[in-house]
C-alpha cells in the first residue's frame, strides 16, 4: 500500500457552464469582428475625439504660422530683431504692437512656439495612446521637424551677417531656404496625422470599394511635384528672383515663351512657371480620375473641386505677384495658397492610400506580436 497521495484533478465543467463560457467568447469574437468590419482593416483603434481634435488644431495652425512666415519675408523684417530667441532681449519688446515689421517677425516667434508647444503635446500623446505606429512614428517626425525649424530659425538671425565666399548671400540668409522646404515638409505631416486620427479614417464603412492603384500612384504623383515646386519656388523667393522675369505669362514684353537672356535667377523663375503649368496638367488629371474613381467617397470628389479651386486662385495669385511687382499682401496669399494646395493634394492622397497603409501597418503589428509571443 502506498503512502503518496493520488494525484487531484480540476472537476469537470458542467454543460450549462461550459455553454455560457462559449458564449461568452463567441460574443466577444463577434463584437471584435463588427469593430473591425466597420472599420474596413483589422485592428483599427476607435475614435479618440480629444486627440483627434488636437492634431486637428496643429494642422490649423500651421498655416497661421506659414502666412506670418511669409509676410514677414515679403515685407523684408527678417532681421527687425538681431537677436534670438528673445526680441531686443524680450518676450515683450517695446513697441511691437505698432511698428508692422516688428510685429510680423514678433508674431512669427510667438506662433512658432504656440506650434511646437501643439506638437510636443501631440507627440506624447500619441506615443502613450495611440496603438498604429505609423502615427507614432509621425508625431516623433513633426517634433524633431519643429526642433530643427526652430534651430535653423534661430541660426539665420544669429549668422546673417556671416559671409559665405564666392556668394551673394550670407549663411544665415542661405538658412532661408531649408527652413521654407521644411515647412512644406511639417504641414504635411501634421495633415497626415489629423487625417489618420479623424472619425471618417476609423470609421470607415466595410465593404465600400478602395481607390484604385492608378488613383494612388497619379495622387503620389502630384504630391511629388508640389514639393519639387514649392522647393524651386523658396530657391527663387530668397535668392529675390521673384521678379527676374517681369512680364506674364510670356517671358517678355515681345510675348516670346523663352526668356531673351539667362543668368541663374531667370532660371529659377522659368523652372517656376514650367512646372506650374506641368502641375497645372497633372492637377486636373488627378481631379478628373477623382471624380469618375468608384472608390472615391463624396468628401474625396468635393475635395477635388476644392483642389482646382486653389489651383485656378493660386495661378491668379501668382500673376498678380508679377503684375503688382510682389506687393506684399498678394505674395503672402501666394505662399499661404501654395502651401493650402500642396495640403489639400496630400489629404486627398492620404485618403486615396488609406487601405494600403493601414493593412501594412497591422500586418507589421501582427507580425510583432507573433515573434514575441513565439
Given at each position: 500500500?502506498s503512502?503518496?497521495n493520488?494525484?487531484?484533478t480540476?472537476?469537470?465543467m458542467?454543460?450549462a457552464a461550459s455553454?455560457?463560457?462559449?458564449?461568452k467568447?463567441?460574443e466577444?469574437?463577434s463584437?471584435?469582428?463588427?469593430?473591425?468590419q466597420?472599420?474596413?482593416?483589422?485592428?483599427l483603434?476607435?475614435?479618440?475625439a480629444?486627440?483627434?481634435?488636437?492634431a486637428?488644431l496643429?494642422?490649423?495652425?500651421?498655416?497661421?504660422?506659414?502666412a506670418?512666415g511669409?509676410?514677414?519675408?515679403?515685407i523684408?523684417?527678417?532681421?527687425i530683431?538681431p537677436d534670438w530667441p528673445?526680441?531686443?532681449?524680450?518676450?515683450n519688446?517695446?513697441?511691437?504692437?505698432?511698428?508692422?515689421?516688428m510685429f510680423?517677425?514678433?508674431?512669427?516667434?510667438l506662433?512658432?512656439?504656440?506650434?511646437?508647444?501643439?506638437?510636443?503635446?501631440?507627440?506624447?500623446?500619441?506615443?502613450?495612446?495611440?496603438?498604429r505606429?505609423w502615427l507614432r512614428?509621425?508625431?516623433?517626425a513633426a517634433?524633431?521637424?519643429v526642433i530643427i525649424?526652430?534651430?535653423?530659425?534661430?541660426?539665420?538671425?544669429?549668422?546673417?551677417?556671416?559671409?559665405?565666399?564666392?556668394?551673394?548671400?550670407?549663411?544665415?540668409?542661405?538658412?532661408?531656404?531649408?527652413?521654407g522646404?521644411l515647412?512644406q515638409?511639417?504641414?504635411?505631416?501634421?495633415?497626415?496625422?489629423?487625417a489618420?486620427?479623424?472619425?471618417?479614417?476609423?470609421e470607415?464603412?466595410?465593404g465600400?470599394?478602395?481607390?484604385?492603384?492608378?488613383?494612388?500612384?497619379?495622387?503620389a504623383?502630384?504630391?511629388?511635384?508640389?514639393?519639387?515646386q514649392l522647393?524651386?519656388a523658396?530657391?527663387?523667393?530668397?535668392?529675390?528672383?521673384?521678379l527676374?522675369?517681369?512680364t506674364?505669362?510670356?517671358s517678355?514684353?515681345?510675348?516670346?515663351?523663352?526668356?531673351?537672356s539667362?543668368?541663374?535667377?531667370?532660371a529659377?523663375n522659368?523652372?517656376?512657371?514650367a512646372i506650374?503649368?506641368?502641375?497645372?496638367?497633372?492637377?486636373?488629371w488627378?481631379?478628373?480620375?477623382?471624380?469618375?474613381?468608384?472608390g472615391?467617397?463624396?468628401?474625396?470628389?468635393?475635395?477635388?473641386?476644392?483642389?482646382?479651386?486653389?489651383?485656378?486662385?493660386?495661378?491668379?495669385?501668382?500673376?498678380h505677384?508679377?503684375?503688382?511687382l510682389r506687393?506684399?499682401?498678394?505674395?503672402?496669399?501666394?505662399?499661404?495658397?501654395?502651401?493650402?494646395?500642396?495640403a489639400?493634394?496630400f489629404w486627398l492622397?492620404c485618403?486615396?492610400y488609406?487601405?494600403?497603409?493601414?493593412t501594412?501597418?497591422n500586418a507589421?503589428?501582427?507580425s510583432?506580436k507573433q515573434?514575441?509571443t513565439?
Amino acid at each position: 500500500m502506498s503512502d503518496r497521495n493520488p494525484p487531484q484533478t480540476e472537476p469537470p465543467m458542467s454543460k450549462a457552464a461550459s455553454l455560457a463560457s462559449a458564449r461568452k467568447g463567441g460574443e466577444a469574437l463577434s463584437t471584435t469582428a463588427a469593430r473591425r468590419q466597420k472599420n474596413g482593416v483589422c485592428g483599427l483603434p476607435k475614435y479618440n475625439a480629444p486627440l483627434a481634435w488636437v492634431a486637428a488644431l496643429g494642422a490649423a495652425w500651421v498655416f497661421v504660422l506659414v502666412a506670418l512666415g511669409a509676410f514677414t519675408t515679403s515685407i523684408g523684417a527678417g532681421m527687425i530683431f538681431p537677436d534670438w530667441p528673445l526680441s531686443n532681449g524680450s518676450i515683450n519688446p517695446e513697441g511691437w504692437l505698432q511698428n508692422i515689421a516688428m510685429f510680423a517677425e514678433h508674431s512669427h516667434r510667438l506662433s512658432g512656439m504656440v506650434m511646437g508647444l501643439i506638437t510636443i503635446t501631440l507627440a506624447v500623446w500619441l506615443w502613450r495612446s495611440e496603438e498604429r505606429a505609423w502615427l507614432r512614428r509621425a508625431g516623433w517626425a513633426a517634433l524633431a521637424i519643429v526642433i530643427i525649424q526652430g534651430i535653423i530659425g534661430g541660426k539665420r538671425v544669429l549668422l546673417d551677417s556671416l559671409s559665405v565666399p564666392g556668394f551673394e548671400m550670407t549663411y544665415g540668409q542661405m538658412l532661408r531656404i531649408p527652413h521654407g522646404i521644411l515647412a512644406q515638409v511639417y504641414v504635411c505631416l501634421l495633415i497626415a496625422i489629423a487625417a489618420g486620427l479623424s472619425r471618417g479614417w476609423v470609421e470607415r464603412a466595410a465593404g465600400r470599394l478602395p481607390p484604385s492603384a492608378g488613383l494612388r500612384r497619379t495622387g503620389a504623383l502630384c504630391v511629388g511635384l508640389l514639393l519639387v515646386q514649392l522647393t524651386v519656388a523658396a530657391s527663387m523667393r530668397h535668392n529675390f528672383a521673384g521678379l527676374a522675369i517681369p512680364t506674364f505669362p510670356y517671358s517678355t514684353a515681345a510675348n516670346d515663351l523663352l526668356p531673351a537672356s539667362w543668368d541663374y535667377r531667370i532660371a529659377l523663375n522659368f523652372a517656376h512657371r514650367a512646372i506650374a503649368a506641368l502641375l497645372g496638367v497633372a492637377l486636373l488629371w488627378f481631379a478628373a480620375k477623382l471624380w469618375r474613381e468608384r472608390g472615391a467617397t463624396l468628401v474625396m470628389r468635393c475635395g477635388a473641386s476644392l483642389m482646382i479651386a486653389l489651383l485656378v486662385f493660386q495661378i491668379m495669385l501668382g500673376a498678380h505677384v508679377i503684375w503688382q511687382l510682389r506687393e506684399p499682401h498678394v505674395t503672402t496669399g501666394h505662399v499661404v495658397c501654395g502651401a493650402l494646395l500642396l495640403a489639400t493634394t496630400f489629404w486627398l492622397t492620404c485618403l486615396a492610400y488609406r487601405d494600403v497603409i493601414e493593412t501594412a501597418s497591422n500586418a507589421r503589428s501582427e507580425s510583432r506580436k507573433q515573434a514575441h509571443t513565439s
